[in-house]
């Protein structure tokens, strides 16, 4: 069975950082396709950070650029946000997701997850003074 577990999200300042990580199970984050993405209230999900099949390109939401970095850790099966330098507009609910899948950027998937295969319950992200 697979399961995504995101965990690291809370309530950080504006100009706060925050680590999401997303451990994975039932199978091996080695060469998948993997990614972040945020919903915030009244709007559509959106790609932050996501990497593809055996880290061949990688893409940030413009807004998030030299601030977030995805990474994952094969030994640990767990991928990381690393969110730094945080604004009020980062906030929402940042959901992980991830499969073997072999499709590059070219099919837009990095922009709101269409089709990939399993994804974390979601972890809430709130930056306010």
């Known amino acids: 069975q697979v399961q995504l577990v995101e965990s690291g999200g809370g309530l950080v300042q504006p100009g706060g950082s925050l680590r999401l990580s997303c451990a994975v199970s039932?199978?091996?984050?080695?060469?998948?396709?993997i990614g972040w993405f945020r919903q915030a209230p009244g709007k559509e999900r959106v790609g932050v950070a996501c990497?593809?099949?055996?880290?061949?390109?990688?893409y940030y939401l413009d807004s998030v650029k030299g601030r977030f970095t995805i990474s994952r850790d094969n030994a640990k099966n767990t991928m990381y946000l690393q969110m730094n330098n945080l604004k009020p507009e980062d906030a929402g609910v940042y959901y992980c997701?991830?499969?073997?899948?072999?499709?590059?950027?070219?099919?837009?998937?990095?922009?709101?997850?269409?089709?990939?295969?399993?994804w974390g319950k979601g972890t809430v992200v709130t930056v306010s003074s």
């Open positions: 997701a991830a499969d073997q899948k072999v499709m590059d950027f070219r099919s837009g998937w990095y922009r709101g997850g269409a089709n990939l295969d399993y």
């Open positions: 990497i593809s099949n055996r880290d061949i390109a990688t």
């Open positions: 039932g199978f091996s984050l080695e060469h998948a396709r």
